[in-house]
Every structure is written in structure tokens, then in C-alpha cells.
């Protein structure tokens, strides 16, 4: 398997392998807009190197220990650990020769290097700074450390209290962005949508001389232009001095902005980057957070003691506490209002005990902002004179919408909730919309949305997380078994409890040889295999290896019990006897003496054209379609090449007439059809035609929730349409 991707291979539905910032930036080229090329060093390349270089388990218990620590001295030692084992096992030899190829084919000597954790810059969470990003990187050694740094930077404390914060619980990993450096004489940051006050009628751009790094640092204090959308043109403009944009050059990248919205169809937070009068786009990800729809009043009568940017809203009194470095942390009570000259990543601890943040310096797209408005602290960001003004001790309240900071407690009048700034509107669909999941840490947040339930819950991480690193058969070797059982069903239960009674459809484990091996002890176990993404994989593993598959059986009887929204759903089917040998495994285990169990199987093999009536009368009463696997397939292509990308198409007729025989012999023989990926949300022609074809429904990523619900009900509408019209 390549451990590395170019952009143009990449899209929204590889976030679980390239992370957020590389799945974005795979998406943004692929829609044809102004991005830097450059490509992405995978997940599965951190997973392999700390395998190989045997600290895998090491760094699992390492990250417990780090999770549990009860004092920031602790974190600091338990975190210090844990990156010193990522720089030992350093980047494996067959990893490194690949990462340099494709530095060496890039056109640019100097690239930015920058981290894409798992969840990162996700709808949920944007880990604003947390993990290391470097720029103008030279040379093939320099490059090699930047990726290995990147990878360490996971186990800071600062990216260990965040993700306890947002309750990320489970073992992280790191994807990491190789792009060509773009030589910014001005650059900045836009949100498409106000964060501040949520209003979807105009958009916020920051601007800076040179890179912009000063803006997300919050060092320099940004131009801030404000855009109506309606019209395209500047509301308004706040500048220290002349200003960085010309309004042309600000309607251009709100141009940009809008392109970039409408194609994701959710607001996004852009970083853009101008070169010898070229406008780069170098990032984007969804909005994290924005004005709640109630807010309080502002406070009235009082001192004004300072001023600044609005950057996170609502109204909070406390003790002022003015701090000059990060490592004083410590003394911020709860409660407290932390005063500073400006905050960096590392400040985190203490903006999540804060009852409001106040800096001298930054914009409102400063990891300050960014994170105080994740965190729902007040902030006012930019006040200038704020650490000379405010005292230690004295009480003040600080109003982080209008940016001003009073003297002394001042009573808060709760308005009443005006209506949404943006529209909470659900279409109607008659086909289901589910959603992709692969961990337990934004079960919760996803089943609030309006999702039908999960359609694909990939196995792999949650085994992961339960494995710590070793093998499951070195796990039965050691007489592991129970412990292992016991986090898989604590896993399981995180995400079918949330959905309950929405279905959760759980795709049981379909690592690769390759992938197995570098587990603690995989390689006791594991063939070399030359292809294995058609070798020793999903179904026929299961029939051979019975002793691991009937562990994740017994993991999901047990949450089963109380959660019986949960389901089973079987990888890489390719003949009938398999299966029927596999659900006879299931039988015989205590998950197939429950009642009301629903048995799917994934269709990305494409002999389950010829098979699915034979496994349907096996008792499969579910078939997901893998589009991604099955396309590679279908036209034997391997969709990790980029010699041969112009060939991997979803929508080939090939690949259409095979979905649409799959889901008509579903329809036929009374059964439910899936598909997961995100062509439905990129690709409305491909939508409609599922829609047409009668798919009972599509599970897509979180982020493309909304966009896919308009292109399905958009297409159910123009059937209706037709069929009155007689066509």
C-alpha cells in the first residue's frame, strides 16, 4: 500500500487516511481551485514507522498515562516521553525512499510541512496549532525530521489537553502535508460566514503583510475586511494603517470564499496566501464554531477600560489575572479572566479554565479566538493596552461580542433568542442518510445532526485503540482476551448509545497483511504477501482465523444487549462458500443467537454482481456498496496511482451498470442497498442516479451531511417531477 498521496488523489472521503488538512486540500484541488501542489505522507506511514520501530505499545500506554495525568508536571514528563519514542522509531527506510520520490517530483525546492491529525481541522475540532507545522523546508534530511517532528508533536501537552477537552479518547495518529511553499508578500485568513454573530449574509477576511503565521498566532494585529455577500462588496474595514487589500483584492478572495462554501455547502474557514498577484488557496476546513443563537445583552453603564476585536461571544465577570508566559498557567484560577499580550497554543490549559480571555494583540482568526470560541469562553482579542490596563485581582467583565472589557460586575439581561442566523432547515428525503464513523470520539456530536444513522463504522481504529498496538493473535497468546473484549464493547456501546434506535451498521476487521504486520507480534503472524490489497483480507481471513474474528462477535453481542441498534456488516466478500462458512461462524457465536441481528455484506468485490441472490438466500438482508474499491476493481486500477489517476473513475459506465445491477437486484429481492463515499455529495449526476436506480440510501462523511441531504432531495424532487410529466 503507497504510504504517500498526491493531492489530485485525494478528497473529502480519505480524511480517515490523509486527516482533515490533507483530505481538504485533496478536496479544494480536485474542484479545480488555486491550490499549491504537494501531496500527503499517510496515516498508515505513522502507523508503520512507530510498528517497525517497536515502540508501538510503548506509545499506547504512554498516551493512557498521558490522558490520566492529574498535574501539568506530570503531562510534561508522560508527553516528553512519548515524542522521544516517536523520534526513536524515526521514519522506516521504505517510507523515507517514498516520501523523497515524491519531494523530488515536486517543483519547488523550499515546501511547507504541516500536520493532519486524525480529527483535525474536522467539523468538530480544528486543533488550531496544536500539532507542529514547519515552513520553508530544504533538502531531503530536513524534510525527513519535519515529518518525524510532525509526528511527535501529536504527545504535546498542549495537543493532550485539547483533545481531552473535546473528548478525543482514542489513539491518535498523524498524516502530514508536504506543499510547495508560496512566497506570500501578503496573506490571511477568511471565514465564510461571521463567526462572532453566525450572520450568513456576510463574510470576515484578515489580512497581513508576509506570511501568516503572525495572524494565526496572533503577533500582528490584522486588517479585518468585511464583505456582503449580496453584493460583493466591502462593508467595512478595520486597519491600524494603510491597508493590506485593495477592495478589488478583496472581492477576489471573497470570490474564492464563496466558490469554496458552495462547493463544500457548509461555512468554511479559508487561509489564502497572494504571490506576484496570484491568490493561493493553502487551506480550508469547516467552521468549528459560531454564535450560539442567544446571546446576553450587553452590559450597561460602567467604565470601558479597554477595547478590542469581538472574537468569541457572550458576557463573563471575574478576577482579572494579567500573565506574560505560558508556563505561569498554573496561577489562572477557575473562574478567572486571563489577561495576556497574546496567546499561543500552549496557553490551552488555561483558556479552558478561564472565564474569558483578553489579549493585546491578534485578530479573530488567532488560535486565541479559534480555540476560546471551540471552548465557549469569551474573548476579545487585539485590546491593545489590555496587560497595562487591567490589574491583577480586580474584578472586570468582559463582553466578548462588542470587544469591550468594563470595570467592576455588571448584571447581564438575557435577550430573547432571535432567530437563527443560519437556516436549521432539514430537506425531506425518502432515502436514508448516513454517516460514515471511525471512532467513538465524535459519536455523540454526529448523532445530534440530522443523520439517519450510521451506515459504515469502520472497524480498524476502534481495534486499534482495543489492541494497544499488538496483534490480536499475540493478544490471545498472552491470554489477553478479555481485556481486549471488554474496551471494544466499551467502544461500541460510545457510539450505538447516541444513535440509539438509528441503526448502526459495524463493519468488522479488514486490515491487510501489510497492516497487521506492523502490530506488536504481527510478525509471527502475518505473510508477505506482494498485492495484499486483493490477498489475505475480510471474509476468507475470518474462515481461517475464526479464534480472532469470534472476539469482535463477542464484543458486539454484548452491547447488543443493551444496544441492539447495532449490526453486522461483512468486508470483502468474493464467493459464496466463504460467506456461508462465515455466517456460519456468527451462528455458532453468541452475537447469531440474537434476535432482530441484520447481516450485511460490503460490495466491493465485483463478483457480488453474479452472487448477491445467492447471498441473500444465505440470509444477508444488506449490501453497502464500497464505490472506491469497487471502481479499482471494475477497472483494475490501483486508485493510490498517480500514473494512472485519469483512469480512476467512479461514474465510468462500467462501474454505474455494476452499482445499478446491485441495487436492482436489492430492490428485487426486498433487501436494504447502501453506498458509502462521497460522490453523491461531489457528484450530483452520480446522486441522481442512485436516487433513480432506487438505492434505499448513502452514508457519507459528517461534513457533507447537509450538501448530500440537498443533492438527494434535490434529485427525488426532479423524479417526482418526471413521473408527473410523464417521462
Not at 505513522?46 to 510498528?51: E, L, N, Q, R, S
Not at 514528563?77 to 527506510?93: F, I, M, N, T, Y
Not at 517543483?107 to 480544528?126: C, N
Not at 430573547?416 to 443560519?422: G, K, L, T
Request: proline share 5%.
Amino acid at each position: 500500500m503507497p504510504y504517500v498521496r498526491d493531492f489530485h488523489q485525494l478528497s473529502l472521503a480519505d480524511a480517515d487516511e490523509a486527516g482533515g488538512k490533507g483530505a481538504n486540500l485533496g478536496e479544494l484541488t480536485r474542484a479545480g481551485l488555486p491550490v499549491p501542489a504537494g501531496f500527503v505522507v499517510l496515516r498508515s506511514a505513522y502507523i508503520d514507522a512507530i510498528a517497525e520501530g517497536g515502540v508501538a505499545g510503548d506509545i499506547a500506554a504512554g498516551h493512557a498515562a498521558a490522558l490520566g495525568a492529574t498535574t501539568e508536571t506530570e503531562l510534561d514528563s508522560e508527553c516528553s516521553q512519548l515524542r522521544d519514542l516517536v523520534h526513536k522509531a524515526g521514519v522506516a527506510p521504505t517510507i523515507r525512499e517514498e516520501i523523497l520520490a515524491n519531494y523530488r517530483a515536486l517543483s519547488a525546492p523550499l515546501v511547507a510541512v504541516r500536520s493532519s491529525a486524525t480529527g483535525e481541522d474536522g467539523a468538530s475540532a480544528s486543533f488550531a496549532g496544536m500539532n507542529a507545522s514547519f515552513t520553508n523546508i530544504s533538502g531531503e534530511d530536513e524534510l525527513i525530521e519535519a515529518v518525524t517532528s510532525c509526528w511527535a508533536s501529536l504527545f504535546s501537552p498542549r495537543s493532550e489537553t485539547y483533545r481531552a477537552h473535546m473528548k478525543f479518547d482514542s489513539m491518535p495518529a498523524m498524516a502530514v502535508v508536504v506543499q510547495e511553499m508560496v512566497a506570500s508578500e501578503r496573506s490571511g485568513v477568511m471565514f465564510t460566514v461571521d463567526p462572532r454573530t453566525g450572520n450568513p449574509d456576510e463574510l470576515v477576511i484578515e489580512a497581513a503583510a508576509g506570511y501568516g503565521e503572525g495572524i494565526v498566532s496572533g503577533t500582528v494585529e490584522p486588517d479585518n475586511y468585511v464583505i456582503a455577500k449580496a453584493t460583493q462588496h466591502v462593508a467595512s474595514v478595520r486597519s491600524r494603517g494603510d491597508h493590506v487589500l485593495s477592495d478589488a483584492e478583496a472581492i477576489e478572495i471573497a470570490r474564492l470564499g464563496l466558490a469554496t462554501e458552495k462547493h463544500y455547502g457548509s461555512p468554511q474557514d479559508i487561509e489564502w496566501a497572494i504571490n506576484a498577484g496570484t491568490i493561493w488557496l493553502v487551506q480550508a476546513r469547516p467552521i468549528t464554531s459560531m454564535s450560539q443563537a442567544s446571546e446576553a445583552a450587553s452590559p450597561s453603564g460602567g467604565d470601558v477600560l479597554v477595547r478590542g476585536l469581538g472574537a468569541s461571544p457572550g458576557i463573563a465577570t471575574g478576577k482579572a489575572r494579567v500573565l506574560e508566559h505560558p508556563s505561569q498557567c498554573d496561577e489562572l484560577l477557575d473562574g478567572e479572566v486571563l489577561v495576556a499580550a497574546m496567546t499561543n497554543p500552549d496557553w490551552v490549559p488555561a483558556i479552558q479554565r478561564a472565564a474569558a480571555v483578553v489579549t493585546d494583540s491578534g485578530g479573530m482568526t488567532c488560535h486565541a479566538a479559534i480555540v476560546a470560541r471551540e471552548f465557549r469562553v469569551p474573548c476579545v482579542v487585539g485590546a491593545r493596552t489590555a496587560t497595562q490596563v487591567l490589574v491583577t485581582g480586580a474584578e472586570v467583565t468582559v463582553d466578548g461580542r462588542s470587544g469591550e472589557v468594563f470595570a467592576g460586575h455588571r448584571e447581564i439581561a438575557v435577550q430573547p433568542a432571535p432567530a437563527p442566523a443560519v437556516s436549521t432547515t432539514v430537506a425531506a428525503t425518502g432515502t436514508k442518510i448516513y454517516v460514515n464513523l471511525a471512532h467513538s470520539a465524535s459519536a455523540r456530536e454526529v448523532a445530534a445532526m440530522p443523520v439517519d444513522g450510521v451506515g459504515l463504522l469502520r472497524a480498524e481504529f476502534l481495534l486499534l485503540e482495543a489492541l494497544g498496538g499488538v496483534h490480536p493473535r499475540e493478544v490471545i497468546a498472552r491470554g489477553e482476551q478479555a481485556a481486549f473484549v471488554d474496551k471494544l464493547a466499551a467502544s461500541l456501546s460510545s457510539i450505538a448509545e447516541p444513535f440509539f434506535p438509528r441503526p448502526v451498521i459495524y463493519r468488522t476487521t479488514d486490515f491487510r497483511t501489510n497492516e497487521f504486520r506492523g502490530l506488536t507480534g504481527g510478525e509471527r503472524f502475518e505473510p508477505v504477501e506482494d498485492n495484499p490489497m486483493i490477498g489475505y483480507r475480510g471474509c476468507f481471513r475470518y474462515t481461517q482465523q475464526p479464534e480472532v474474528f469470534a472476539l469482535e462477535l463477542e464484543a458486539m453481542a454484548r452491547v447488543r444487549e443493551q444496544w441492539p441498534n447495532l449490526h453486522l456488516m461483512i468486508p470483502f466478500v468474493r464467493t459464496r462458500w466463504e460467506l456461508e462458512e462465515c455466517l456460519r461462524l456468527v451462528d455458532a457465536s453468541p452475537l447469531g443467537k440474537q434476535r432482530g441481528l441484520h447481516r450485511w455484506v460490503m460490495a466491493e468485490v465485483p463478483s457480488v454482481v453474479h452472487w448477491l441472490p445467492e447471498y441473500v438466500g444465505l440470509g444477508i438482508d444488506g449490501v453497502s456498496i464500497g464505490s472506491n474499491d469497487l471502481t479499482q476493481l471494475m477497472l483494475g486500477v490501483d486508485r493510490d496511482s498517480a500514473q494512472c489517476a485519469a483512469l480512476f473513475d467512479e461514474s465510468d459506465p462500467a462501474v454505474l451498470d455494476a452499482i445499478g445491477s446491485i441495487v436492482s437486484t436489492a430492490r428485487r429481492l426486498g433487501i436494504t442497498s447502501s453506498l458509502c463515499g462521497q460522490a453523491p455529495s461531489t457528484r450530483p449526476e452520480f446522486a441522481e442516479y442512485l436516487v433513480r436506480m432506487g438505492i434505499t440510501s448513502v452514508s457519507v462523511n459528517p461534513d457533507a451531511l447537509d450538501s448530500v441531504r440537498r443533492v438527494i432531495a434535490g434529485a427525488e424532487q426532479r423524479m417526482l417531477l418526471d413521473a408527473a410529466r410523464g417521462r
